[in-house]
């Protein structure tokens, strides 16, 4: 079992991060909110609504999107095509409208690509719109990334390991991003991370997360103080042969 | 808190229920139409002995075929389709070896001898086709998008089939009789069992032991199996990825061009299509069984030719259908669509689905 | 000494392996039926003309892989190779002497092998003179190769053009007949191949625009993308009538038989952008698709013909129907494989198209659906009095057929429904977590791709006039799925262009049947190993490679 | 023939189902019973099934008018069947080749084949053969040859009446003009016999013979002379 016993509570126009050590059960923490795994007992709400046996589109559409830890755009689409993927709930044109072409569907196509270049432009992806993505530069798909998950207008939007791979310069201009992503959207952000100080930089409340169980909750100050933490970072070896 | 059955219940949809419905019925309609035939009675048990043993060596020629499938498949993740060809390759050209046996009357003679020279020139044929398939029509194609080598496969398979046809032509060869297989073995009670059917049980058995002992058990086979688990991590532990993929391709050969012999020792006939088919239905067997798996691809092989040479009867006699044994491959497709329904990644084939994910 | 074993080791090594592919060629009787048809009247056949092609070729080869590329050693490497590849060939024709090769390939005729081989020539001498030929062909290429590559361009592809004169003219007789004075085609064609002067004259032309092209062209497009929009949008809608106008008229001008070939085409095409909407665009690996097709025909058949039913309604009647069983078909079928990936789902689909044939096929349900009689006397369409019965009238139904067609998938292509279909072939599951419904777009898919299909059976079965089981086999869904990723997957042109290179070329070459199936296989396996993105690849690719091109990193 | 119960076999070709279907007709006027109808695929090769399943029925003559794959499938594997040791087999024209022969073995020894008389075409078919030895210096390979002359032969006369030739070389045939033509002809002189055609488009001469294999045919490869039956 993965995941046991986790309660967690996240605020509205927070950036909540989620540590801990490798196979802490992070990354199935999220596939469970996104509905990739079904919990087998336990429940998940987003404003009072159920996220439980829900299908991963249908949670979208609730307003969760997420990124990836090994980066997963669509390689063969361009930079545009990814975005207006993520737009794909919010727009309505029917099949046979498509076909016949009506001034609603073509409205609408226009709206989408204009907002699909104002994402791009947010993320400084403008000029390389038309670009397809697995020819992008690494830094650029993390942003495409997540601009294609803001695409679906999420109200929470869960970042799995967003600086893996970067340099210091990088993960800098990574976490300035994040947070304007908060100040200025104002979407929540819940943050998988490793780099500590990535999480104590932009982070207001931490969960750490140990063998699939929440070990300890709150500020960067606190967390930093917390004995239990410490051991499970600097004791891993003495705490795995003590069980 | 929700018990596991309401959580269950909640993540149902209505496609689910559909499929249910629909593989419900179909479940039905067999048992009944299994029921009605047998208390009909129109079989004799000795003769349900006789389908079963017709399926069995039937089943066994497609396992070994099978595994040709299954195991570029564990590799590569492609569908080999000239898999077929190799299969026709070998027999084919050793039915000239044969047919010279016979004209020297030496078959009549040596007939054991003759027969593991058979063996031995067809399965090399068939090793041989497999090695350079590989090394010219694949290699190059290694990380290119999954649709490009299916379709070089299908080119191949072409190229393979007509040139095997402007070479020896269209006509039907007929593979010599050897006489030892002739005949047949009295069991108890009336049972009896054809001599050549229990020996391409036996050999195909044999065969497939040989083939799984050596992937499990050798150094070689160790290595195939770390690649069809992970290229990268097996790349780094030292092992070299062409020679392992070469080494796949030679033991599909060998299992298919043995496979080849069998078919022409029981069915006599070789001729440049005679891959098409049970081609087709191995690769079958191999997805039924979970492709990649190679019990998976034994068990397929043999579940499929019982299916065929018991399911009409079995299933459809009851109902008094006409010429049901027309309708064998569709209650062979049939079963394997089921299966798929429920099982999406075939009887044995849960590992692959899991890393899939 | 590494240095000295240059000048022969590329020319053996690349020797042998033509040597084998040319006693293959001469094994399986290519040589000996091609020389029965000529290129150049008198002059050469095209066994010899093949024969030859491929000696060069080789070469070349030996003489590109030459690593100290110095000039000498090019030259010398292409006559070892040009040697070795003779050599074999001597070897196949003593063999034959002394054995007889008839017993296991039975088209090691004598005459191929004493006289075709040798260009004639009989005996010991003929030996001899296959290895001169050999050497000669090697010094040729050598040389040639040395050329700058300007005139080795403008060579290759006058020859290159010539050739495919010579094969074609069949082809090309009726065009010029029909269309131009005889004087053309009396100077251009014998009645069994080329005159001198015509492929000469062949030669030149294409030679010279090429010269010209390679001066002018670069202006031709600058001068092109330098105008105004407007303009540019003028001159296409003037392309397009003109093609269109073209489109209309030539079933008349190019005659019967090409009109045959040409509907032939055209119900592949309409197939192919079927299969390409749930293949290309969504990324559904089909081999059942043959299925929705002879549902399209079938359910034609049912109504139209007085056989079975005895309904006789029209065919305009049939088409909303057999389209609407296609689509319910497409969707009744996809429903049970929407959680198979890959593989799976292309044998399950491979399932159902082939209990589908079954079914149609057998005894058991043969007073509902004629079983291996088939369906005849099915209706053919009429508009006020015209009726679309030969080729050259069905052509105008299938022109419209794919016109529509063509026209949806380019609408769906770059919608919110072809994006959702595009981002589930990428990854299905991340297109799950972008909220893209699965089931139903999948079903979306499944639906568009066999209404095409039904349409597609439709005409078919009024342009068959009878249908039987037999006509709906496995082959016909590979075939589909190879013209796809031939022309280039998920491409509208290149459903038509691989359409016409997969299905129109060996039509027109029938006379060559027997090897037809062995050139088709050889052209799928070149054409991925060379050019795996097709013939005409998907447009997003091309626009990337434009734009992309400069600012291109690694990722 | 004093058999009452027959079982058919076709492969779901036009040839053979017409052929098992017109046999069936024939045998259940005469007072006899067709016990099965099976059917199998020309690609099918493990028939032994479908026997095991026919013989169920106890039949006793099989009628299965198929081609020389299938055919040559079925003639052995019936030796392998047990239940058939009495029961007489015959196929038609299809597999009645020397092909036949090598596909079937001496399991063919003892089959019966309906196919065109061929004593009954008389000289002229005795001239056709030598024609035939001397250009292509072997014999025919299918019982169709002679049909497939006669056919060929028709056609060429019908497209002679018919036919147009345009300026571009291209000959155009009307077809219905050509069906007409073809179904109005009227005591040609085949090598099958004299032909005349009805209003369907049926052509030949109906003169069918059955042949029996003797030992003999198969081990020379040659088809049997004499006909066993004869209308």
Redesign the interface.
């Known amino acids: 079992m993965a995941v046991d016993g986790l309660d967690i509570e996240i605020e509205e126009k927070t950036i909540h991060s989620v540590i801990g050590p490798n196979g802490a059960g992070k990354t199935t923490f999220f596939n469970c909110i996104t509905g990739f795994y079904k919990p087998e007992a336990g429940e998940i709400f987003l404003e009072n609504h159920s996220l439980v046996g829900l299908m991963p589109d249908r949670i979208v559409r609730l307003g969760i999107a997420r990124t990836y830890q090994n980066i997963r755009l669509f390689p063969d689409l361009t930079a545009i095509e990814n975005v207006l993927v993520g737009m794909h709930a919010h727009l309505k044109s029917s099949y046979l409208g498509i076909i016949l072409n009506t001034p609603f569907v073509k409205r609408e196509e226009q709206e989408a690509e204009d907002e699909a270049n104002r994402l791009l432009k947010f993320v400084n992806l403008e000029t390389k719109a038309n670009m397809l993505s697995k020819h992008l530069p690494y830094g650029d798909q993390r942003r495409l990334e997540i601009a294609r998950a803001l695409a679906t207008r999420p109200k929470l939007l869960c970042l799995d390991e967003p600086t893996a791979g970067m340099n210091s310069g990088e993960t800098q201009a990574m976490c300035d991003f994040i947070q304007s992503l908060r100040d200025d959207l104002g979407i929540t952000i819940m943050l998988i991370e490793h780099q500590m100080r990535v999480v104590m930089g932009i982070s207001e409340i931490i969960t750490v997360l140990d063998y699939g169980k929440k070990l300890a909750e709150g500020t960067p100050d606190e967390i930093k103080r917390n004995p239990k933490v410490i051991e499970a970072y600097l004791g891993q070896g003495s705490a795995a042969q003590s069980h | 808190m929700q018990t596991k059955f309401q959580r269950w219940k909640e993540s149902i949809t209505a496609t689910d229920i559909v499929m249910w419905v629909i593989g419900f019925a179909l479940l039905v309609l067999i048992i009944f139409g299994s029921i009605l035939t047998l208390r009909a009675g129109r079989y004799t048990p000795v003769q349900w002995f006789d389908f079963v043993i017709y399926g069995l060596a039937q089943g066994s020629i497609y396992a070994l075929v099978a595994m040709g499938y299954t195991l570029v498949y564990g590799v590569l993740r492609m569908i080999n389709f000239a898999h077929s060809e190799v299969f026709m390759s070998g027999p084919f050209t050793a039915y000239y070896v044969a047919a010279y046996f016979y004209r020297s009357s030496l078959l009549e003679s040596h007939p054991v001898i003759c027969l593991i020279i058979v063996f031995i020139v067809s399965m090399s044929i068939s090793t041989l086709i497999a090695f350079l398939l590989e090394r010219i029509a694949y290699r190059p194609l290694r990380n290119a998008p999954r649709l490009i080598p299916l379709i070089t496969a299908i080119g191949a398979s072409f190229t393979l089939m007509y040139l095997f046809r402007g070479l020896y032509g269209t006509g039907f060869q007929a593979y010599p009789v050897w006489k030892i297989f002739d005949g047949k073995w009295a069991l108890f009670q009336g049972l009896e069992i054809g001599k050549m059917q229990l020996f391409v049980i036996f050999a195909a058995a044999l065969v497939m032991i040989a083939l799984y002992m050596f992937i499990q058990r050798t150094r070689i086979g160790k290595a195939v199996r770390s690649v069809s688990e992970d290229k990268e991590a097996a790349s780094l532990m030292g092992v070299d990825i062409d020679k392992t993929i070469s080494i796949t391709f030679i033991i599909g050969g060998a299992a298919a061009g043995a496979a080849g012999v069998l078919y022409a020792l029981v069915f006599k006939q070789v001729f440049f299509m005679m891959g098409f088919i049970p081609g087709i239905k191995a690769f079958t067997a191999a997805v039924l069984g979970g492709i990649g798996n190679i019990p998976g691809a034994m068990l397929g092989g043999l579940l499929l030719g019982l299916l065929e040479s018991i399911g009409p009867a079995l299933f459809l006699d009851g109902y008094n259908v006409v010429a049901p044994y027309q309708l064998k491959d569709a209650i062979a497709f049939l079963v394997l669509v089921l299966v798929l329904i429920f099982r999406p990644t075939g009887l044995l084939g849960e590992r692959l689905a899991v890393k899939k994910a | 000494m590494e240095q000295i074993r240059a000048i022969w080791r590329y020319g053996i090594k690349v020797g042998i392996i033509g040597g084998i592919v040319l006693v293959?060629m001469a094994?399986?009787?290519?040589i000996e039926v091609f020389t029965q048809r000529q290129v150049i009247a008198d002059i050469i056949s095209m066994g010899h003309a093949l024969y030859l092609a491929a000696g060069l070729f080789i070469c070349y080869m030996a003489a590109k892989r030459t690593t100290p590329a110095k000039p000498l050693w090019i030259i010398s490497n292409s006559i070892f190779a040009g040697l070795t590849t003779a050599f074999f060939l001597v070897l196949l024709i003593i063999l034959g002497r002394n054995v007889n090769l008839r017993?296991?390939?039975?088209?090691a005729s004598d005459l191929l092998l004493n006289n075709l081989l040798t260009f004639g020539v009989e005996g010991n001498s003929g030996i001899l003179l296959l290895l001169y030929v050999g050497m000669f062909t090697g010094l040729i290429t050598g040389c040639f190769y040395l050329l700058p590559k300007i005139v080795r361009t403008v060579i290759l592809w006058s020859l290159a053009g010539s050739a495919f004169a010579g094969v074609l003219q069949e082809l090309i007789?009726?065009i010029l007949?029909?269309n131009f004075p005889d004087a053309i085609s009396e100077w251009l064609l014998t009645s069994d191949g080329l005159t001198m002067r015509g492929a000469l004259s062949i030669f030149i032309f294409i030679a010279l625009a090429i010269i010209s092209w390679s001066i002018k062209g670069a202006g031709i497009k600058q001068g092109w993308q330098g105008l105004p929009k407007k303009q540019q949008s003028t001159w296409r809608t003037i392309g397009t009538i003109i093609l269109l106008a073209i489109i209309l008229v030539a079933p008349w001008r190019l005659?019967?038989?090409m009109s045959e070939v040409m509907t032939i085409v055209g119900l592949y095409v309409l197939l192919g952008l079927g299969l390409n909407i749930v293949?290309g665009y969504a990324g559904l690996?089909d081999l059942g698709y043959v299925a929705f097709f002879a549902i399209g025909a079938y359910v034609t058949a049912l109504i139209t013909s007085p056989e079975i039913m005895n309904l006789n309604w029209s065919l305009w009647a049939a088409i909303p129907f057999a389209i609407f069983f296609g689509i319910l078909a497409g969707v009744l079928l996809g429903?049970?494989?929407?959680?198979?990936?890959?593989?799976?789902l292309?044998?399950?689909t491979?399932?159902?198209g082939?209990?589908i044939r079954?079914?149609v096929?057998?005894?058991?349900l043969?007073p509902f659906l004629g079983?291996?009689?088939?369906i005849g006397k099915i209706a053919k369409a009429q508009v006020l009095g015209f009726v679309f019965k030969?080729p050259q009238e069905i052509y105008y139904l299938i022109i419209a057929g794919c016109i529509l067609v063509i026209?949806?998938s380019w609408?769906?292509k770059d919608?919110?429904?072809g994006?959702?279909w595009?981002?589930m072939?990428?990854?299905e599951?991340?297109?799950?977590?972008?909220?893209?419904?699965?089931?139903s777009n999948k079903l979306?898919a499944f639906g568009t791709g066999a209404g095409f299909a039904a349409l597609s059976g439709v005409i078919f079965g009024s342009k068959i006039g009878s249908i039987?089981?037999?006509s709906f086999n496995?082959m016909v869904s590979?075939n589909i799925?190879?013209l796809i990723?031939?022309g280039g997957?998920g491409s509208i042109p290149g459903v038509i262009v691989g359409a016409a290179a997969l299905i129109g070329l060996p039509e027109l070459l029938r006379e060559f049947a027997?090897?037809r199936?062995?050139v088709?296989?050889?052209?799928?396996?070149v054409?991925?190993?060379i050019r795996?993105e097709g013939l005409w690849p998907e447009e997003?690719?091309k626009?990337?490679l434009h734009?992309?091109n400069a600012?291109?990193?690694?990722? | 023939m004093k058999v009452k119960r027959a079982a058919t076999i076709h492969d779901g070709s036009v040839y053979a189902e017409q052929l098992a279907n017109v046999f069936a007709e024939t045998f259940k006027k005469n007072g006899g019973t067709i016990v099965a109808q099976e059917a199998v695929a020309p690609t099918d090769t493990d028939m032994k099934p479908v026997l095991t399943k026919i013989i169920t029925a106890k039949p006793e003559f099989i009628y299965y008018p198929i081609f020389v794959a299938a055919a040559g499938h079925i003639t052995r594997q019936v030796k392998e069947v047990s239940g058939y040791e009495k029961v007489a087999l015959m196929s038609a024209d299809g597999a009645y080749s020397v092909d036949f022969y090598k596909a079937a073995g001496e399991s063919a020894v003892g089959m019966y084949h309906s196919s065109p008389d061929f004593e009954a075409f008389g000289k002229v078919y005795e001239d056709f053969l030598q024609k035939h030895l001397k250009k292509y210096g072997e014999k025919t390979l299918a019982p169709f040859h002679a049909h497939a002359y006669d056919a060929a032969n028709l056609i060429f006369n019908a497209i002679k009446k018919v036919a147009k030739k345009e300026k571009d070389g291209t000959l155009y045939i009307g077809r219905k003009a050509l069906r007409d033509a073809l179904y109005a002809t009227k005591n040609m002189k085949g090598i099958t016999g004299t032909i005349n055609c009805n209003e369907y488009g049926d052509c030949a001469d109906p003169r069918i013979a059955v042949y029996k294999t003797g030992v003999e045919n198969i081990k020379t490869l040659v088809m049997p002379k004499k006909s066993f039956w004869k209308p």
């Open positions: 293959l094994l399986i009787g290519m017993m296991m390939f039975i088209n007789r009726p007949t029909n005659g019967l038989f293949v690996l429903v049970p494989v929407l959680k198979m990936r890959g593989d799976y292309a044998i399950a491979m399932g159902f082939e209990i079954l079914l096929l057998s005894d058991a043969r079983g291996s009689q088939g030969g026209f949806v609408r769906l919608s919110r429904i994006r959702a595009k981002a072939r990428e990854d599951d991340v297109a799950q977590a972008m909220g893209i419904n699965l089931v979306l039987y089981p037999h496995i590979i799925v190879c990723i031939f997957i027997e090897y199936f062995l088709y296989g050889i052209a799928l396996v054409m991925m190993l795996p997003a690719h626009r990337e734009k992309g600012k291109e990193a690694p990722g």
